[in-house]
């Protein structure tokens, strides 16, 4: 089998027509360049160049292998580019989960740069409950997942990326019976809908938790794993939710939103420690702190 430098060295002295000229071309003393073309006649079977004459001529066989070693030449150049490429986090692909609330505000930002520090990569997006996400890391069918704060195991690491407050959403036609400054007493048993314990776990323990300390029991109507769901309930008049302030972007009607008067939500940034994509290492070395800055709570 013939090698990248004895088509290197046949290239040059096929578009040359003269050793001495290609010898200098690569930097190289035209003894050891005559050897590279007879090695690769060898291995090719067939004589590529006419030496018979003070001319230097290309054969028949010469002429058709040109522009096939040319080709194999620009594909093992193109490679080694692709590869330095990728390595430097250039090149290559991310697969990115989000839960709904954070597609709204949080992975457009994620996206945009993403997209001005490396344009040539491919994305893959995959809405998914936190839950969900953490499955699909643990697998490797994910590179980085925003997510709420859920309990890790192994090789999982979790950053935070995003605060927010969060909003009592009430059916607009009820609004006059909430308190313009509502907090978490005001939903004691009242009509409310609750997160999934199953989908949504991570917000589910969070609320619970929270109405626990509070000694707040409300009337949960509806478990609900997906936050656009929870408001097309409240739309229509089902119960009043807990949502973040992401969740202003999705503008249903029939809903009034009131600031609550509780502690933040976070958003983390979760991905595998042995995780050696390079794009994922770019963002989390390069990107990731300008995305704190803008979005965590109190950040310089």
């Known amino acids: 089998m013939f090698e990248i430098s004895q088509l290197r060295c046949f290239v040059a002295v096929a578009e040359e027509l003269h050793f001495s000229r290609a010898a200098e071309r690569l930097n190289m003393t035209q003894p050891p360049l005559s050897r590279q073309i007879q090695l690769l006649e060898h291995s090719v079977g067939a004589q590529l160049i006419d030496r018979s004459s003070r001319v230097v001529k290309l054969t028949a066989a010469g002429k058709a292998f040109l522009p096939e070693a040319a080709r194999i030449l620009r594909?093992?150049?193109?490679?080694?580019?692709?590869?330095?490429?990728?390595?430097?986090?250039?090149?290559?692909?991310?697969?990115?989960?989000?839960?709904?609330a954070s597609g709204y505000t949080l992975l457009p930002e994620v996206v945009r740069s993403l997209r001005e520090r490396t344009p040539n990569i491919a994305l893959?997006?995959?809405?998914?409950?936190?839950?969900?996400?953490?499955?699909?890391?643990?697998?490797?069918?994910?590179?980085?997942?925003?997510?709420?704060?859920?309990?890790?195991?192994?090789?999982?690491?979790?950053?935070?990326?995003?605060?927010?407050?969060?909003?009592?959403?009430?059916?607009?036609?009820?609004?006059?019976?909430?308190?313009?400054?509502?907090?978490?007493?005001?939903?004691?048993?009242?009509?409310?809908?609750?997160?999934s314990p199953y989908e949504a776990r991570p917000f589910y323990q969070m609320l619970t938790a929270r109405f626990e300390q509070a000694g707040v029991v409300p009337d949960v109507v509806e478990h609900i794993g997906q936050v656009h769901t929870m408001l097309a309930l409240v739309s229509a008049g089902v119960g009043a939710a807990l949502v973040s302030e992401s969740c202003l972007r999705l503008?249903?009607?029939?809903?009034?939103?009131?600031?609550m008067q509780t502690e933040a939500v976070s958003t983390v940034c979760t991905y595998r420690r042995d995780n050696e994509n390079p794009i994922l290492q770019v963002f989390i070395r390069e990107l990731l702190p300008q995305i704190q800055r803008n979005n965590l709570a109190g950040a310089a």
């Not at 490429?85 to 839960?99: C, N």
């Not at 503008?251 to 600031?259: L, N």
Request: glycine share 8%; charged share 20%; proline share 7%.
């Open 124 to 195: 893959t997006l995959k809405e998914l409950v936190s839950t969900a996400q953490v499955e699909a890391l643990n697998a490797g069918l994910l590179d980085m997942a925003l997510m709420r704060p859920h309990a890790l195991q192994g090789e999982l690491v979790s950053l935070p990326i995003k605060t927010e407050g969060m909003l009592l959403a009430v059916p607009a036609d009820e609004a006059a019976q909430w308190p313009q400054q509502p907090t978490l007493a005001c939903l004691h048993q009242r009509p409310f809908i609750m997160y």
């Open 75 to 100: 594909m093992s150049e193109e490679a080694g580019l692709m590869a330095r490429r990728v390595a430097r986090g250039e090149q290559g692909s991310l697969a990115i989960g989000f839960t709904s």
């Open 251 to 259: 503008q249903f009607d029939g809903i009034v939103y009131r600031p």
